[in-house]
């Protein structure tokens, strides 16, 4: 959610701020926020899921590893 407000405040995609350079990979992850913004306003709250029991990766950790699988290149922050 930090990442959404974040491009709010600055004015960006939130692409834009986690440095996303494929194209697709980059719409895929802005259209995602501006569901979850759209949820926000509609009063409802986002639903982020869990891991499930096979230990798969939740939250941040899994949309970067369905990103990667996508090819799209994932830099940390500073690099």
Request: glycine fraction near 10%.
């Amino acid at each position: 959610m930090t990442v959404i407000f974040m491009a709010q405040r600055f004015r960006s995609r939130p692409s834009d701020l986690l440095q996303i350079t494929d194209g697709f990979a980059a719409y895929c992850f802005d259209e995602v926020c501006c569901y979850i913004l759209s949820q926000i306003d509609e009063g409802k709250r986002p639903f982020f899921g869990r891991g499930d029991k096979n230990g798969a990766a939740s939250g941040n950790a899994a949309t970067i590893e369905m990103m990667k699988k996508l090819g799209a290149e994932v830099r940390a922050f500073g690099n």
